[in-house]
Structure formats: C-alpha cells, structure tokens
DNA sequence: CGACGCTTTGAGGAGATTCAAGACACGTGG
DNA sequence: CCACGTGTCTTGAATCTCCTCAAAGCGTCG
C-alpha cells in the first residue's frame, strides 16, 4: 500500500523538468535509464559554500538542478575574477577535464541542489553510449563560444557589457521556463563587476541610468526589464 | 629502382617532427597509423590567406604543421578581434564543433603548411578508437583552460598584458623546439593589440619602454629577451 | 625609387577607477 | 517589535590609464 511519499516519484533523469537541457540532451531513452543510475542526486549546498575548489581533482561533470553558483578563476597573485555564472540546468565541471584537476572554484549564490556524475562513471557509460563523448565535446566546444563572446564584450566599454549581461541572464533564464523580464539577480554588483571586469561601482550607476532612462527598474536585486529592445540596442545595432 | 624523390620518405603522422605534440598525442601505434590514412597533408595557405571562415560549415579539426595564424572573431557589429595566436603543431577549428558552423575565422599570418581532419573521418576514426573523442575533449577543455587565463589576463593594465604576452609565446615556442629567447613575431603590433584588446599605440610605446628598460631588444619583428625574469616579474609577483 | 603599410611619438581628452562618505537592507539579539 | 550592526549599494570628486587623433619616421616590395 503506497505511502504519501512513496506516491511521488523520486525524481531521475527520465523525469526531470530539466529535461533536455542537461547531460541527456542527446542520448536516447535506453541511455537515459543508465544515466540515472550513475548519477548521484540531490546534492545540497548553501550559499558560500563550495561545490568544488580550484586545485582539487577532477571528481566528475556537475549538473545544477536549482539554484545558481559562480565559477571563480585565480591567477598566481591571487586576482579572482567570475568566469561565469550557472543558471540551473547547465553544466560545470569541464575546467578539470583537460589537467584532472580544477583550475576554477563553484560557489553557490544562493542553496542549490545538483547532479553529479562521477568521473569513473563517465568512463563507464561512454562504453556503452559511444557518442557519449561526442556530447561532451560539443557541451565542452559550446563552452569554449561562450568565452569568446565574453572575450568580445570585455572589449566595449562598460556600458554595453552591462546591458549585455542583463539580457544574457533573461535570454537564459527564459529557456529554463522562467520569466524573462521579471527575476532576481542571485548575485551582488560586485559579483557583477568581477563577471565583468568592471568596479562595482560602475555597475551601480550604470543600472541606476538605466533605471533613469526607463529602460528597467530594479529594487535591491529585484529586477524588472520594462524595453528590451532598448536595452538590446546599447550593444547590439 | 628507387629515384631521388623516392628516397625521401614522404611525412606521414608517424614520422612527423610535430610528434607527440599534434592530434597523435595519446594514440597507440596502431592508431596513429590508422590516422595517416584519414588526414589530408600538405595544405597550403599563404599570408592573409584564409583557412576557414566564420559561418562556414565546419569541415573538420586543422592541425598546424609550420608557420602561424590567427583566430579571428567578429560580433553582430563587426567588431573584430583576435581570439589565439596559433604556432605550429596546434590545433584549430574547435570553434567549429558545437554547432558545426565555425564562429571563428582562421588566418594565415605567413605561409603555413597543415594537415586536416575531416568532419566525417572523424566519426569513422573513432569507431575504432574510442577514447579518441576523449583525446579530443581534453584538448577542447585545455583550449577552454587558456581562454579563462586569457580573460583574467584582459583584467590587468596593458604593460602587464604586453609582457605576459610575450613570455606566453617564447614559452610556446620553446615547447616546440625552438629559441626561446630569440624569435620573430609574426603578427604586427595592430594584431597584438587587438588579442590583447589594446591600442596598437600602447603596444608600441610598451614594447620600446622594455627596450629601454633593457629587458628585451626588438627590431621590427624580430624579438630578442634579455631579461625573462624582469619581463615575467611584470604580470607575476 | 617611390608608394604603401607599419611603427613610433606626442598631445589632448574620455571613460573608468579609486577613495570616501552616506543611504539602505537584512539579520540578530535584546 | 524595535534597535543595532554589518554588509551592500549609491553617489560624488579627484585621478589615472589608455584611447584617439595627428604627423612623422622607417622598411619593404613592387
């Protein structure tokens, strides 16, 4: 006789609303029923916390289920700066591919809960589903566009990278099934600035002209974008 | 009754000089010989000369065996920068992979001589050598691994990007055999600048205040380091 | 030898940083 | 529930780095 909890479904990757968008984008069903059994679930982290450290070894591709984090890079004198941002559903993990070890940190910005495939297991799977690095490849290339874009835009002056941000982060969260023109920014200015390579400072006033300008309207980190198309236009022509 | 051309042997993967430094890097003997089966020799492009363009389809992996070139991005503005510097013995074409479109344009900056992969060999290859899609993950996430260097390096001032610049690719020489301390750079001071995204001024006043300092010499293209440590010391505590 | 492109050098100005101080939000403990 | 303290965010002013514009020097290749 089926308990209350019993009735709900542990969720899996057959079933999770993340769908297409993480590791089985690609694979097909049968592969998707052994995927689930390699895949450690509901790991849980708190904001600040590490999901893993620079300098640690590669212990497999992480995949973010809710939540989002920060991939923080180090230089030898110790400048850090954001790689990037993880909106639930992408992946992390490929800066320990190419050494075994990880050249970035994760750090959460708020509670997160993600998969994790171990990286003995990748192995493991890849026997059986050939293509599997095939896909990995093509997440890992996509990746590699991702930096040059940012390479590009870390050329404009601060302004455009601002706008450009903030579209980004609603293009993103609009995929995953949320709001695109309503959300909140998980993380601070200064979080921002270092994404950027800009002080935080300048990222005050530059979302507080936007503001000025009618072209969003943010409170804390509550953020509404009233004209897209305007905000789209300060990089794009 | 061998004849002259007969008695040289013509350069196959397995006794290339690039060695283990090419796509054969992590094959077995076997394979490798598989591999000179299915790559295209002795492409030839000569300066200004294109290897692959943006929007192009991608045809396949690109392996340098002499001479340099340039990874060329353009955003939807025409905004242009260079992305990496290519040397000999490296690989290109990644930018291709994701989406089978290139977004990236590949240059020749002087007469080069390549060997080419195709796309569909590269099925066909791996069919036999599973781990090669591993091989060529690991080189992809080691591509992303130098662009998250590359972005940390866009953070500091320009006299520490000049420097690091130019130790980055003695070193990279080196690894190639050959001087490290005496070379030519075959990229003029507007492309140095638009990798470093920098003025092409700012280069030139920086490279000649080195000279000044007595840390290099340089004459026209032609670069001699006289001291790597002051020039290392610049952007490395 | 002349023309063109690349490099150098100088002067002025724009954009972003830094420093500093005050406003605001949030969580903690009284 | 409010007072308090800490951390985040905003705003202003001075400064600095690097860019832009301009012009002249140098090298190279037809």
Redesign the interface.
């Known amino acids: 006789m089926p308990n209350a909890l019993a009735a709900k479904a542990p969720i899996t990757c057959e079933n999770c609303n993340l769908g297409k968008l993480c590791i089985p984008k690609g694979l097909n069903r049968s592969e998707v029923g052994d995927l689930k059994l390699l895949v450690n679930r509901n790991n849980i982290r708190k904001k600040g916390e590490v999901i893993y450290h620079a300098g640690s070894p590669f212990r497999g591709i992480v995949a973010l289920r809710s939540g989002s984090a920060k991939l923080l890079?180090f230089?030898?004198?110790g400048?850090e700066?954001i790689?990037d941002f993880v909106l639930p559903g992408e992946l992390l993990g490929?800066?320990g591919?190419?050494?075994d070890i990880h050249?970035?940190t994760a750090i959460a910005l708020e509670t997160v809960n993600f998969c994790h495939l171990p990286s003995q297991r990748i192995n493991a799977f890849?026997?059986n589903s050939?293509n599997f690095?095939?896909i990995?490849?093509?997440?890992?290339?996509?990746?590699?566009?991702r930096?040059?874009?940012?390479?590009?835009?870390?050329?404009?002056p601060a302004e455009e990278r601002v706008a450009s941000f903030l579209v980004h982060v609603s293009e993103r969260l609009k995929i995953r099934g949320y709001s695109e023109s309503e959300f909140r920014l998980s993380m601070s200015r200064e979080e921002i600035g270092s994404h950027l390579?800009i002080a935080h400072e300048t990222v005050s006033r530059i979302i507080n002209n936007f503001q000025a300008l009618e072209i969003i309207e943010i409170k804390a980190k509550q953020l509404k974008i009233l004209d897209k198309k305007k905000l789209f236009g300060f990089?794009?022509?």
Do not use: H, T, W
């Not at 990995?136 to 566009?145: I, T």
């Not at 930096?147 to 404009?156: C, E, H, S, T």
């Open positions: 890079s230089d030898s004198n400048n700066a790689v490929f800066d591919f190419s050494s050249n970035c890849a026997a050939p690095y095939q990995l490849l093509q997440r890992s290339c996509n990746q590699f566009d930096q040059v874009r940012k390479i590009m835009l870390n050329r404009r390579g990089y794009e022509e």
